[in-house]
């Protein structure tokens, strides 16, 4: 598991509103003893490996998220986004918050990022399945896509051997589901996951905590499911809408 590309993924959603800042601190101390719980992994193999057999899903996702200020006080962010995807290689997500709106699409050919407040819209060819496509962007673009270990978890790009820590945090209800409670120590960061109990082990409530930074920033997000949405080819191709500028998206080695 990236937790460092899973908090990334999460604050991708904030959009262009500040980030959370990083304040000095010396690195965190790693837990005494070993203190993970072979069960509590075994839950998230369980649960990526039900993520791999959806072939096809709508998440629509509602973010809070700390920035710090430079005297320690917090401010929170919203943010929200809709994710709809088809294996191997279709996907579709909106961002949005009060700050920016942007779109990401992907038709198995091309993938298009769109602003539609500025009416900008950069193309560019890809093919390759969604957890190559959610990579790519990041690394050639530095563009994140909002969740994207939904497409990544249960396969070898999200191991499980760099945790630290894992436990099992009881059960809560997350809406009207009932949820399995795990929490989780990487690195700098803890991260806690809700997982629906039964045969459908979705996550529903992500929250990950930065101890790298001595404020302890926190992002919170909700997580709401389709299983099996009904999409037609339109759903993941862009129509240029009138007045609309093509414009070069730049690869992050060439800025």
């Known amino acids: 598991m990236n937790t460092g590309r899973l908090a990334a993924s999460v604050l991708a959603l904030v959009l262009t509103a500040p980030v959370i800042a990083q304040t000095a601190s010396a690195p965190a101390a790693p837990p005494a003893g070993n203190a993970v719980d072979p069960a509590s992994i075994q839950a998230l193999k369980d649960m990526g490996a039900y993520l791999q057999t959806l072939d096809r899903f709508r998440t ?39 700050r920016s709106e942007r779109e990401i699409l992907y038709d198995g050919k091309t993938v298009t990022l769109y602003a539609p407040a500025q009416k900008y819209y950069s193309t560019v060819e890809f093919s390759g399945p969604n957890s190559v496509l959610v990579d790519q962007l990041e690394v050639q673009y530095g563009v994140e896509v909002p969740m994207s270990d939904l497409f990544t978890w249960g396969t070898p790009a999200a191991p499980v051997d760099k945790i630290e820590s894992a436990m099992n945090a009881g059960q809560d209800i997350i809406g009207n589901s009932l949820c399995d409670h795990y929490a989780f120590r990487q690195g700098d960061f803890d991260w806690q996951i809700w997982i629906a109990t039964g045969g459908k082990p979705l996550p529903l409530k992500l929250v990950i905590t930065n101890r790298g930074d001595d404020a302890r920033p926190q992002s919170i997000s909700l997580i709401e499911w389709k299983v099996d949405p009904s999409f037609n080819e339109a759903t993941f191709k862009f129509k240029p809408p009138k007045g609309a500028t093509r414009i070069e998206i730049v690869p992050v080695k060439a800025r």
């Open 60 to 98: 629509s996702t509602s973010l809070t998220a700390e920035r710090v200020l430079s005297d320690g006080q917090k401010l929170m962010h919203t943010a929200s986004a809709t994710v709809e995807a088809a294996r191997p290689s279709k996907l579709r997500a909106r961002m949005w918050s009060a």
